[in-house]
Nanobody, 115 residues
Framework: VQLQASGGGLVQAGGSLRLSCAASGRTFSTYRMGWFRQAPGKEREFVASTSRSGVITQYADSVKGRFTISRDNAKNTVHLQMNSLEPDDTGVYYC?????????WGQGTLVTVSS
């Protein structure tokens, strides 16, 4: 599986962004998918994950209620809708599969939230 993340950018605090991750290959629907992020000078951290069907989702406490992960297996894509963005959300965001022990990583997309 090859993953390509997009949708990052510069946004003011309180704003929104929608990240997308496009996957190649016919086995996309067999993978749980996740989003991770890495802030400058910090370790990469888990943000959100979704089950194969998209029914079950999990979130880091820091983004609960603000971020929503979703997937479209027909289009081999997974999205991360980010609302009420805060400066601490700044970082490079990566999609990955499977989220429990990632074997595949996207190239990352930069999100910068200004205060």
């Amino acid at each position: 599986v090859q993953l390509q993340a997009s949708g990052g950018g510069l946004v003011q605090a309180g704003g929104s962004l929608r990240l997308s991750c496009a996957a190649s290959g016919r086995t996309f629907s067999t993978y749980r998918m996740g989003w991770f992020r890495q802030a400058p000078g910090k370790e990469r951290e888990f943000v959100a994950s979704t089950s194969r069907s998209g029914v079950i989702t999990q979130y880091a406490d820091s983004v609960k209620g603000r971020f929503t992960i979703s997937r479209d297996n027909a289009k081999n894509t997974v999205h991360l809708q980010m609302n009420s963005l805060e400066p601490d959300d700044t970082g490079v965001y990566y999609c990955a599969a499977p989220p429990s022990r990632p074997h595949y990583w996207g190239q990352g997309t930069l999100v910068t939230v200004s205060s």
